[in-house]
């Protein structure tokens, strides 16, 4: 598989067991966690701690999308998502032994493809906008001719409005409107009230209308 040629292979981390005297291998206690994807998540990382890579592959099935999503609000065109999500996953790989077991990963995967993307767009020398927005949570998904050209001046419009948020408001507008997530999610993941998600929320949007409306005027 691809990880086993990218990655070394792994020795098992084994637990204590008292009674017996001996090593066991890592038990989960997914069960325990009440949400299914937070539980999955846990299942997933006590496997790869384990010594299971399938455990890591798993997790990046799951999260590559999003990664890539994650990424292109940050660095514009899918060449330089697509670099990100290589290195956000490599560093993953080389990090998760240290992940606390029963820690929600969401927020600790967001913030490395964030800083991974940052220091992306930092180096990028490309143009922006290659990818249209509307395909961010499918990057995979083949759009037909006449999708694609309809997509060109929504994609440019898009890109157009979004640049000129500042950064607080639009790291919360594409986590609400790319990556799904709810604002308590994102008050949660940023570390900042609820209060002041609604409000770079609701900014971002007035913004993106006015942008947009300024476009329709000047046509």
Avoid at 37 to 46: K, M, R, T, Y
Avoid at 94 to 99: E, T
Wanted: contains cysteine.
């Amino acid at each position: 598989m691809f990880l086993s040629a990218l990655f070394p292979s792994r020795q098992p981390r084994m637990a204590a067991n008292n009674e017996a005297g001996g090593g066991v291998p890592l038990r989960s206690d997914a069960a325990e966690i009440s949400d299914p994807a937070a539980a999955q998540d846990h299942e997933d990382i006590l496997r790869f701690q384990g010594g299971d890579v399938a455990g890591f592959e798993a997790l990046m099935n799951r999260y590559r999308h999003r990664a890539y999503g994650v990424a292109l609000g940050y660095v514009g065109n899918h060449d330089d998502a697509m670099d990100t999500v290589q290195k956000v996953f490599i560093r993953i790989h080389r990090s998760l032994d240290r992940f606390r077991a029963g820690e929600p990963f969401f927020p600790w995967f967001y913030r490395i493809v964030r800083n991974t993307a940052l220091n992306q767009k930092r180096d990028e020398t490309r143009h922006k906008g290659d990818c249209p927005l509307e395909w961010v949570t499918e990057p995979a998904r083949l759009p037909s001719p006449l999708q694609a050209a309809e997509a060109e001046e929504l994609k440019a419009r898009l890109w157009s409005a979004i640049e000129t948020l500042s950064d607080e408001l639009r790291e919360v507008f594409l986590l609400y409107t790319f990556q799904g997530l709810k604002y308590r999610e994102i008050a949660d993941l940023l570390d900042i009230p609820l209060g002041t998600v609604m409000s770079r929320l609701h900014g971002a949007r007035r913004r993106i209308r006015q942008h947009l409306g300024e476009e329709e005027m000047d046509s």
